[in-house]
């Protein structure tokens, strides 16, 4: 939790605008004034498995629908002041990710999973599921609902998924009259930084170590990686990258990824992940839908499949 004198050092400037279903303000990404003198990033916090059970109870909770052409979810509000002392238009890199706003990659890729869904181009059922930096959670809620064996949710901040991902998750089983304790998909939830979560993530598999991951032989691995809005910062991409490879399932798995062609400030954007991947070459990159509304910047859904 940041300290009052520490968010005087701290810069801010837009990075990109959240969904207008969500709060008003802008997200904004504080970096150390140039004119004081660099500090190392602060260790990444623990890596942790934060059980269903384990919601806030001091944190206020409201929930609201979202329509997504014709088909509901529900999603949370929380006070990022209330769960991280911060006001709602802060990030603070390595104490906050922006996870607990709802952005519009989400959504974006939520609508694109069912058109694939409805065009047989995808199926969820008894597959094995990981939502990387989950925060709300839709994608991945769309997966259990969609009859997923296994969904795993991964966010940076515990707190993120103490106050907006479960009680996300346990909103929409409820609305739609079905108890999550007694579904059948295996839903749990894990907190900690991408390069060590791996470690924790019950399907992950060394494809780098393991020769029957390598060959596909093994059981380990997830069949359908998802992600939203994840790749705006440059430095984070190889990381970011070496996660998927260390937890995806071969030569089958695939991995949806909602972005922001470019994120204008920081660099990153779709198109850098595409460079990142293309220049491994062990992966295909096929976009599957575009967003060009003319109120933001451009906004794609990819599919990564092994070669």
């Not at 909103?171 to 108890?179: E, Y």
Request: charged share 20%.
């Amino acid at each position: 939790m940041a300290e009052k004198s520490e968010k005087a050092a701290f810069q801010t400037f837009q990075l990109f605008s959240s969904s207008a279903s969500d709060d008003n303000s802008q997200f904004r990404f504080g970096f150390l004034d140039s004119s004081e003198t660099s500090l190392p990033p602060p260790p990444p916090p623990p890596c942790v498995e934060v059980p269903l059970t384990e919601v806030s109870s001091s944190v206020r909770y409201t929930v609201e629908p979202v329509n997504l052409n014709g088909f509901t979810l529900l999603k949370g509000r929380v006070n990022t002041q209330e769960v991280f002392a911060l006001s709602n238009s802060d990030l603070v890199p390595g104490k906050y990710e922006g996870g607990l706003k709802l952005w519009e990659g989400s959504l974006d890729l939520v609508k694109a999973l069912r058109s694939e869904v409805q065009n047989g181009l995808l199926s969820f059922q008894g597959k094995r599921v990981l939502e990387i930096g989950c925060g709300h959670g839709l994608p991945g809620i769309l997966a259990c609902l969609e009859g997923a064996a296994v969904v795993h949710f991964q966010d940076f901040n515990a707190e993120v998924l103490q106050c907006l991902t479960i009680p996300n998750v346990n909103a929409n089983f409820s609305d739609k009259s079905s108890d999550l304790a007694t579904n059948a998909t295996e839903v749990r939830f894990f907190a900690g930084d991408w390069s060590e979560i791996h470690q924790l993530l019950p399907h992950a598999c060394d494809n780098e170590k393991d020769e029957a991951c390598m060959t596909g032989q093994s059981t380990a691995g997830y069949d359908i990686i998802l992600m939203a809005e994840t790749v705006y910062s440059i430095s984070s991409l190889p990381t970011l990258y070496e996660l998927i490879k260390k937890t995806i399932g071969r030569p089958h798995g695939v991995v949806y990824m909602a972005a922001k062609k470019y994120y204008f400030g920081v660099g990153g954007g779709s198109r850098r992940f595409l460079s990142v991947v293309a220049k491994d070459g062990i992966m295909v990159a096929n976009l599957v839908a575009e967003v060009a509304d003319g109120s933001s910047n451009v906004r794609e859904v990819w599919k990564f499949s092994f070669k």
